[in-house]
């Protein structure tokens, strides 16, 4: 087994020394690999290329988007908010199979949480792409019974009962103030500067040595292989893509969830992979290795071992980027008129 090992190990070597950066670079272009935004500037352009409505941004906007975010309020309970399935601590997700919500309650069709890290930069929102920007995809955790179970109405009650925020809805949204609407959009600003830069994002904007001899190869290998096929973009995934295209999933009947009325999922984003472990829609599989062999077999067609995996997760442990600084906030202190949380 050491000798096998070894032998692997070197031929790995050999295969990094080999490779040209300059010709691996040229190839992820080709495979459609892009780098992050630097700016909201940045952001915006993805946006408008990709067709998605976006409002105006603003630093006063997104810190009010981030009161809401921690806001647990939002919730019928009063203890849940988006920061418990989407933990900016813990790669943006919540480490757990099936996200749980209200009552304590495991999600009905065994969803799993995605990150909220990048989401901006998806093309869709949701497993089955119900929704194309952030400020709906915010919308629907709130009103969901087995998620926040929070009515808009009662949203917007729960809010606008608090002073705080009520002038600062007035003075960023005008006379609209607080409504269902404002309450995503901000949520969405906030989201939106979420962005992680990493390691990758040097390489494919020319630094040869962003990215280490193995994980070049690991690269290389996720290209080879086709990962880049669905895995690509901006955000190395965050499109619709056919499920089950060579194989069936090996937890198909751990829930019920379908895709959408075309059998189409969206593709997770690989970015932070690492970190947001369980993986696939329902948090079948806790391995990553295991993961990558299980999406040759499913997606691709072909069988990719231990060894190739490896390689490939190498590359993936590249894309953990550079998280935000977030601070968590002091939310406004409840008045009488606020109404009760409901257990």
Not at 31 to 48: F, S
Not at 106 to 111: I, K
Not at 136 to 161: C, R, W
């Amino acid at each position: 087994m050491m000798k096998r090992f070894a032998l692997f190990s070197s031929i790995v070597f050999a295969s990094a020394l080999s490779l040209n950066a300059a010709d691996l670079l040229t190839e992820a272009k080709q495979a459609g690999l892009q780098p992050l935004p630097k700016d909201q500037n940045g952001v915006e352009v993805i946006l408008k290329k990709n067709g998605i409505a976006f409002s105006k941004f603003s630093k006063e906007k997104a810190e009010l988007g981030k009161k809401l975010y921690f806001e647990p309020r939002l919730s019928k309970s009063g203890l849940i908010s988006c920061n418990t399935c989407h933990n900016l601590g813990m790669g943006g997700a919540d480490g757990i199979a099936a996200a749980v919500g209200h009552r304590w309650k495991a999600n009905p069709h065994h969803l799993n949480s995605p990150t909220v890290y990048n989401s901006v930069l998806n093309s869709t929102q949701f497993w089955d792409g119900r929704a194309q920007t952030l400020a709906d995809q915010a919308k629907g955790p709130i009103e969901a019974k087995p998620e926040m179970a929070t009515p808009a109405k009662l949203a917007v009650e729960k809010i606008s009962s608090l002073p705080e925020y009520q002038a600062a809805f007035t003075k960023i949204y005008g006379k609209s103030g607080v409504t269902f609407d404002n309450i995503a959009d901000a949520i969405a600003t906030f989201e939106r500067t979420l962005l992680t830069p990493s390691r990758f994002d040097k390489f494919l904007a020319g630094d040869s040595k962003a990215l280490s001899k193995n994980e070049q190869a690991g690269l290389k290998m996720f290209i080879d292989k086709g990962c880049a096929a669905c895995h690509n973009g901006v955000n190395l995934g965050g499109s619709m893509q056919a499920f089950e295209v060579a194989g069936k999933y090996k937890f198909a009947k751990l829930g019920n969830f379908k895709g959408d009325s075309n059998g189409m999922v969206k593709t997770p984003t690989l970015r932070n992979i690492a970190e947001t472990a369980p993986y696939f829609h329902n948090g079948g599989i806790w391995s990553l290795t295991d993961a990558i062999k299980e999406m040759g077999s499913t997606q691709l067609g072909i069988s990719i071992n231990d060894e190739e995996a490896k390689s490939i997760e190498t590359f993936l442990k590249a894309l953990t980027g550079d998280k935000p600084t977030i601070t968590y906030p002091q939310l406004p202190i409840a008045t009488e008129k606020t109404p009760k949380p409901e257990l």
